[in-house]
């Protein structure tokens, strides 16, 4: 059996604003250059970040280049930008749903091909179209156009458990569009809902978190905590920096059990959130590069109820792997009971077999 794994090669980071690298020929069949337009925001570089008037489109143009000796088919994918249950937003198509709040899927508003093969050691400009809603819109619109070759030898190696991995090699470019330089704002986050689950076939308590506004989150920080409803107890906790949220996005925030079996009963999942680090702002939470107290811009407080009932917190125990690891295990104790009783049985033969010898001898 083999299990898959896309390795996505997000060309662009916006939380930090690193520019796009073009993957060196030595290591993928192709590389990918976008070609910034005039409508592009002044300073931003390595991705599209562009001005369109309402009912406006642009033509966005990628250099693709295949500098090896075969031909190469790519498949090209446009999405809305999302955000992943590690907190990273996702610029290549996916499974993710579209958020609730969402009101302009980046895919419906772009013409492009999605087939394009090169010939060898061969340069192509790609091209394709996007279009600003007709409506005024005061926010971003944000997604990616990605670039994967199609049936290429993919790279295999295998996992800690001996189970075979192909890696897909999947270059991405975001792109965000905007109807003026003038909009900006911040992302609003708030936690509508929390459960027990599983993932990666291990127990975990999860919060959705969603941010229902069209502008990013960015430096994303969480601690939360799961306490009994009856006595506020805190059992379990986790902590993560570092994170960012698409605008109009959600996103599950695990919190692990570490091999822990599941309870019922009713718990609290709370905590507090930070967006935006600002050495000036006025919440603090962890600590900066140098070790000094780090400061955000932005500070939520959250809370929800919920239940985790005796049916669930079975079945997700008797799947948890963790769990099973850690449980007893006591098949040498019947293994030794089974020989003990085996060889009292002989035993007992044995001294029939030499009574009943005696008395024929008698």
Not at 98 to 120: F, I, N
Request: hydrophobic share 35%; net charge neutral; no cysteine.
């Amino acid at each position: 059996m083999k299990k898959y794994s896309v390795l996505s090669l997000i060309l662009v980071t916006l939380s930090i604003f690193f520019p796009l690298r073009a993957a060196q020929a030595s290591e993928f069949a192709f590389n990918v250059d976008p070609i910034l337009p005039e409508s592009q925001r002044k300073g931003q570089l390595g991705y599209y970040d562009i001005l369109l008037e309402p009912g406006g489109t642009q033509k966005l143009e990628v250099d693709l280049s295949n500098a090896t000796d075969k031909e190469v088919k790519i498949n090209v994918g446009m999405t809305s930008a999302k955000t992943n249950d590690n907190g990273v937003v996702e610029y290549s198509p996916n499974d993710l749903p579209l958020h609730a709040s969402q009101k302009h899927d980046l895919e419906k508003l772009v013409d492009y091909k999605k087939v394009v093969t090169l010939a060898p050691k061969s340069k192509e400009r790609y091209s394709f179209t996007v279009k600003m809603p007709q409506e005024e819109f005061p926010g971003i619109i944000a997604g990616g156009i990605s670039f994967q070759e199609v049936d290429s030898d993919e790279k295999e190696k295998k996992d800690s458990e001996g189970m075979a991995i192909k890696n897909k090699f999947n270059f991405a470019v975001a792109v965000l569009m905007r109807q003026s330089e003038g909009i900006s704002g911040t992302g609003e986050l708030t936690l509508q809902k929390a459960e027990a689950n599983q993932r990666n076939v291990r127990n975990v308590i999860r919060g959705y978190f969603s941010n229902d506004k069209p502008f990013y989150i960015n430096n994303l920080a969480i601690d939360a905590a799961i306490y009994k409803e009856k006595d506020g107890k805190k059992v379990y906790s986790e902590k993560t920096e570092n994170m960012q949220m698409a605008p109009n996005s959600g996103f599950w925030y695990n919190i692990p059990l570490q091999g822990e079996e599941l309870e019922a009963g009713e718990y609290l999942y709370k905590g507090t959130a930070y967006g935006i680090k600002d050495k000036n702002g006025e919440f603090t939470f962890g600590k900066d590069n140098e070790g000094k107290p780090q400061n955000y811009q932005q500070k939520w407080e959250f809370e929800k109820k919920f239940t985790i009932t005796q049916k669930a917190a079975q079945t997700y125990n008797k799947k948890d792997v963790d769990v099973l690891d850690a449980a007893p295990n006591y098949t040498w104790l019947y293994y030794l009971l089974g020989a003990i009783i085996l060889l009292l049985i002989l035993t007992i033969l044995l001294l029939i077999r030499r009574k009943d010898k005696k008395k024929t001898d008698e």
